[in-house]
């Protein structure tokens, strides 16, 4: 894939920062509160939140970010769902979304939708399948059928089960790229999906051409570049992800999209202005 330089990432970027929030609109009619455009993952401030929770989500609402999204699986830095919603209402964000682990969706499923209709979460993504949950395709398949079932049981809550992919699901298995077989599997009136360009990237698949197949889907986004060396990070917008095409894709079909990229200890909120300027088609 071709490096972008930041000349042409925001060149392309530009064209979509007037056009982002009809397309996202129209892409959830069933959800009819606020339209974030733009949102953090709580996971790459975990320290900064750990010390001063409120405090730092205030600075990320005054680099103009509109929401987060938790990782439920962490505990959510020991805050009740009342007491998570009243910090996020006073910063003037939302929690559209949060991550959370396959088991959720086997123990204690209702409570977890209880827990985000308090809080005002749309979307409960699963973050990944572990190497010793899915062996083989029977056991993806099996998963699916966990997903249809559990995504029923979240639609009538007025809540979306969704997959958030990982570099591993794109490795065959029994001949079959078992991303694929998960896809083909589950249904799309109650199993969303969470597009993570960067560990497409990684599992050597090409995220625009799953935008294009399976575009409707795909209501959350996760930004974040790759190096050369295929890791996550280097600079945003000039790593291996086709950034500007990306968020293009994103924006005309998602929701919500978050910055997931790892920032420099001591300069987060430099690096968070940056990224927010670099997707808005600004100059940082």
Known sequence: MPVLTRRTFCAAAAGLA???????????????????ALGVQAGILRPLLSSDFEGTLARVAALGYDAVELQWYSGNFGRSPRELRRAVDAAGLVVPSALIRAGAILVGWERHLSAAREIGVEYLAVVNLSEDEVQSLDDWREWADRFNEAGAVARRSGVWLALHNEPAFMTPVEGRVPYD????????????????????????????????THGPRYRLGHLK????????????????????????ALSKRTAHQFIEHPLRTGHEFDDLRRIRQLVKGGRP
Do not use: C, W
């Open 225 to 248: 570049d790759v190096t050369a060396a295929n890791a996550v990070g280097g600079t945003f917008g000039e790593g291996r992800v086709p950034m500007a095409e990306v968020i293009a």
């Open 181 to 212: 077989e998960f896809l083909a599997r589950t249904d799309p009136a109650g199993v969303a999906l969470s597009m993570d360009a960067a560990n497409m990237v990684r599992g050597g698949a090409d995220p625009l051409a799953y935008l294009r």
């Open 18 to 36: 007037v056009r982002g929030q009809a397309p996202a609109t129209a892409a959830r009619e069933d959800h009819p509160t606020r339209v974030p």
